[in-house]
C-alpha cells in the first residue's frame, strides 16, 4: 500500500520497509514528513499491518476469543471483529438499550490509531511503548 498524505498523522506508528523497525511520524508539514528512527541513504516507511497482537498491545481484550473490546472513558465500547480484514463496530448504551454502529473494515495500525482519534480527541495508547 502506498501511504497516502491524507492518512498521516503526527503519532502515527509505520515500519520501515527494508528493515522492519517500527517509526512514528514526528513532523509533519506541507514540506517534509519526519520519522523517528536513524536511517542512513534510502528508506522507506509503509503501514503495518493490524494483527491481534497489535490490538493487545494497545489495551484491547479479548473478552469472548470473537473480538476485542476496548472500554473508553467515554459513554462507548469501541469492538473490533477480525475477520480477513478488521471491522470495528461503535457500542453505546442509551435509555433504551445498547445501539451498535459498524463501520468500513480497517487493515494497518495507522487506521486504527486514527480512528480512535476522531472518536475520542486523544491519541491511542500502546500498554508497552516503543523504546
Not at 509505520?14 to 528512527?37: A, D, H, P, R
Not at 497489535?54 to 472513558?73: C, R, S
Amino acid at each position: 500500500m502506498e501511504l497516502q498524505a491524507h492518512e498521516l498523522r503526527i503519532g502515527n506508528l509505520f515500519q520501515e520497509q527494508n528493515s522492519k523497525e517500527i517509526i512514528m511520524v514526528t513532523e509533519l508539514s506541507q514540506f517534509k514528513i519526519g520519522f523517528s528512527g536513524s536511517f542512513k541513504g534510502n528508506w522507506q516507511a509503509e503501514p503495518i499491518p493490524l494483527t491481534e497482537e497489535w490490538l493487545l498491545k494497545f489495551g484491547f481484550l479479548d473478552t469472548t476469543g470473537v473480538d476485542y473490546i476496548y472500554h473508553v472513558d467515554l459513554d462507548f465500547k469501541l469492538i473490533i471483529i477480525p475477520a480477513s480484514d478488521f471491522y470495528p463496530q461503535i457500542d453505546k448504551a442509551d435509555d433504551s438499550g445498547w445501539k451498535s454502529v459498524s463501520l468500513n473494515k480497517i487493515k494497518y495500525v495507522h487506521q486504527l490509531q486514527n480512528l480512535y482519534f476522531a472518536l475520542t480527541g486523544e491519541e491511542l495508547k500502546l500498554n508497552d511503548p516503543l523504546q
